[in-house]
């Protein structure tokens, strides 16, 4: 394999903490489990189930869901292939949001939408307890922060939720969140596309880049889950330093973009998802790759620049 004359990084930590919780440093989730724009069944069910059963041959023990996916598909198909569960398998979801009859996403984040959201997460993946739960937030359902945070709260101190998370936050938000109770990992945009344009249109409000909120993370030991961390197909000719480096490592974009979010930053937890047990194996293989400090360097550049 080519070498670039630049050093290499030290080799970055197999896993991370997620409060008592302790997992592999790339997860899997399960977006890409139901239909067509993550509604409904899945054209081939029994692939979907593959993908989720080789999960667990790989070594995977830390999957994303939520149970707006499909709604519900994703979480069945959870627990019709992996329940009883083993006893290192975390699986965190993520309340705040729903899906329209229209097939549109829309925000949950009201006080009683939570606890049904809780309800019905923890039905469907056959939980007493979720080890993890996001609360994604969005400046557009104008349900004041810390009214939906305080429900999220009553729900963890009712033992229906073991640890509290965030996602789609800025760092204002994370630290008013820190002032109430521990947070676990931040769920937040963030690829090789850069981010920051896309967030402020998602969250519908003026919010720092995602390295703003990467860094807050990584100053207090919280995991940053980067959501979209393969940037939907945005990769390869776009991004010349990401292709080089695919080229230099016999690697494809998009195990290069993985290798970089795993030398980003320690408490990088990477959640890519997939619907092809192949691609599975293709996501994985990536830990393997040991970018050089000027590879990174330069992808990072390219992914300020796209932003």
């Not at 049904?116 to 056959?126: I, V």
Request: with cysteine.
């Amino acid at each position: 394999m080519p070498e670039s004359h630049a050093s290499t990084f030290a080799s970055p930590p197999e896993t991370i903490r997620l409060g008592d919780l302790e997992v592999r440093r790339l997860g899997f989730g399960a977006m890409r489990l139901p239909g067509k724009d993550v509604w409904g069944e899945p054209e081939h069910p029994e692939r979907a189930r593959a993908v989720l059963r080789r999960t667990r041959e790989l070594g995977i023990n830390f999957i994303d869901t939520a149970w707006y996916y499909g709604p519900h598909v994703a979480n069945r198909l959870i627990a019709e292939t992996l329940h009883p569960y083993p006893k290192d398998l975390v699986i965190a979801t993520k309340l705040g949001g729903k899906r329209l009859p229209d097939t549109s996403w829309a925000g949950a984040a009201r006080p009683e939408e939570l606890r049904e959201g809780c309800e019905e997460d923890l039905r469907g993946l056959r939980r007493d307890v979720l080890d993890v739960v996001h609360m994604r937030y969005t400046g557009a359902q104008q349900v004041p922060f810390l009214e939906s945070l305080d429900a999220l709260i009553e729900l963890k101190r009712a033992g229906k939720i073991r640890h509290l998370a965030l996602s789609n936050v800025n760092v204002a938000q994370l630290e008013e969140a820190l002032g109430r109770t521990p947070i676990v990992a931040v769920q937040n945009l963030f690829n090789i596309a850069g981010g920051t344009g896309q967030l402020a249109r998602m969250t519908h409000a003026e919010v720092e880049g995602p390295e703003a909120v990467l860094e807050a993370c990584a100053a207090r030991g919280i995991a940053f889950l980067p959501f979209f961390p393969l940037s939907a197909g945005a990769l390869g000719k776009a991004h010349p330093a990401l292709s080089g480096a695919a080229e230099r490592h016999r690697a494809t974009p998009a195990q290069i973009a993985i290798a970089w979010l795993l030398a980003r930053s320690p408490v990088m937890l990477p959640i890519p998802g997939t619907s092809s047990p192949e691609h599975l194996d293709e996501n994985w293989a990536a830990r393997s790759i040991r970018l050089t400090a000027d590879e990174v360097g330069a992808i990072a550049r390219e992914a300020r620049t796209a932003g």
